[in-house]
């Protein structure tokens, strides 16, 4: 059975490979890679690029995908809606992580870039259901320029710093709301729970994959 990965970066590719190869060994990934489709959303806004979305997951379901996982918290949401009707799950990476967030009183959300910040705050209090969280966003200054720079170390860095620098009575609870950011929990010192998305996104896909 395969899955397919919707990216909006390669950089990706190797993490779900990886966590693959850990985690779920012998589950097939299919990867999708449309950098464009982040840089217009950004630009646009995410239900700009909504039918390219639904078009890319098409294709992959007609070429034996059996679920379809999108990576990019950005536009997340829209691939959840483009899905409705594909005959197979589609799965948003960060769902897992906004319900473990949701649990908390108070949360911290990182970003590199401000276009993850709503989808993300969004997505965490729809978890959440009728609790209300007190939710907080931050965009990690320089982060974003240097990921796009191919500068992947320094990004990691400006997340970990970004993380350590939150005071302990803001947040119970720090998410790292890009899947780029996820290597920066390890990074960082801090002894509150720093919750990122890939390994609980592909638990769940591959899980939805199994049936």
Do not use: K, N, Y
């Not at 950089?11 to 779920?24: E, K």
């Not at 982040?38 to 379901?61: S, T």
């Amino acid at each position: 059975m395969r899955l397919a990965l919707l990216h909006t970066s390669p950089v990706h590719v190797p993490v779900f490979d990886a966590l693959r190869d850990q985690d779920h060994p012998g589950l097939e990934l299919r990867h999708l890679v449309s950098e464009e489709l982040l840089a217009r959303a950004r630009v646009e806004g995410p239900e700009a690029v909504a039918g390219d979305v639904g078009r890319l997951m098409e294709a992959a379901v007609l070429d034996g995908a059996a679920a379809v996982l999108c990576t990019c918290s950005t536009i997340g949401g829209v691939a959840e809606a483009a899905g409705v009707g594909l005959g197979v799950p589609v799965l948003r990476v960060d769902r897992p992580m906004a319900a473990r967030a949701a649990a908390a009183d108070r949360v911290m959300v990182l970003a590199s870039v401000e276009s993850t910040l709503g989808p993300t705050v969004d997505l965490i209090r729809d978890e959440a259901g009728a609790r209300c969280p007190r939710i907080a966003t931050r965009v990690v200054e320089g982060a974003w320029e240097r990921f796009a720079a191919g500068d992947q170390e320094g990004c990691l860095a400006a997340v970990a710093a970004a993380v350590d620098a939150v005071p302990e009575g803001e947040a119970d609870v720090i998410v790292l709301a890009q899947a780029s950011m996820a290597d920066a929990a390890q990074l960082a010192a801090t002894r509150r729970p720093v919750l990122s998305s890939p390994r609980l996104g592909l638990a769940a896909a591959a899980g939805a994959v199994r049936g």
